[in-house]
């Protein structure tokens, strides 16, 4: 929280994530950022703080993982923010999400199943030459066992070409 108490601090931290990335990139390695719910419901002077990294950090240095769930938190919908940054999500984190019921907040469910029109997304993302990385998280089970969503999301995710 502290990174982003003030805009001069966050923008300070976008810095130090491209200096990140290019000491990364010296040895072979990527540096990568994963969003949160924050990044869209915290704003300074009407932008939110992902608006600000998206056009702070180098896409050359920082790769910018989408978490496809956790935005909706924050208020956002992952179509628009992929329509918003074409070919920057060279790495997914995919994630479902439906409605709790408490005052805006959501609980990943099963590929396919909630309101983060993933198919899409990831079609989408894919067309502008990312999701080179897709990785599956599911936190929520409703009444089945982890490895049930794991089986049935994989499943989901092959027939759907990943």
């Given at each position: 929280?502290?990174?982003?108490?003030?805009?001069?601090?966050?923008?300070?931290?976008?810095?130090?994530?491209?200096?990140?990335?290019?000491?990364?990139?010296?040895?072979?390695?990527?540096?990568?950022?994963?969003n949160?719910?924050?990044?869209?419901?915290?704003?300074?002077?009407?932008?939110t703080?992902f608006?600000?990294m998206?056009?702070?950090?180098?896409?050359?240095?920082?790769?910018?993982?989408?978490?496809?769930?956790?935005?909706?938190?924050?208020?956002?919908?992952?179509?628009?923010?992929?329509n918003?940054?074409?070919?920057?999500?060279?790495?997914?984190?995919?994630?479902?999400?439906?409605a709790?019921?408490?005052?805006?907040?959501?609980?990943?469910?099963?590929?396919?199943?909630?309101?983060?029109?993933?198919?899409?997304?990831?079609?989408?993302?894919r067309?502008?030459?990312?999701?080179?990385?897709?990785?599956?998280?599911q936190?929520?089970?409703?009444?089945?066992?982890?490895?049930?969503?794991?089986?049935?999301?994989?499943?989901?995710?092959?027939?759907?070409?990943?």
């Open positions: 929280e502290g990174i982003r108490a003030t805009y001069e601090e966050f923008r300070y931290f976008m810095d130090v994530y491209n200096r990140c990335g290019e000491l990364c990139q010296n040895y072979g390695m990527k540096f990568g950022y994963h949160h719910d924050f990044e869209f419901s915290q704003k300074f002077d009407g932008r703080l608006d600000i998206m056009e702070s950090i180098d896409p050359d240095l920082v790769v910018v993982q989408l978490d496809t769930g956790n935005l909706f938190g924050g208020g956002a919908v992952a179509m628009d923010v992929v918003r940054y074409p070919g920057r999500f060279e790495n997914v984190h995919v994630k479902d999400v439906v709790t019921g408490e005052d805006g907040r959501f609980e990943s469910t099963i590929i396919g199943e909630g309101i983060a029109d993933v198919r899409n997304v990831l079609d989408a993302i067309k502008t030459g990312g999701a080179q990385v897709v990785i599956i998280e936190e929520a089970y409703h009444g089945k066992t982890p490895m049930e969503c794991a089986e049935k999301n994989l499943g989901i995710m092959n027939k759907w070409g990943y």
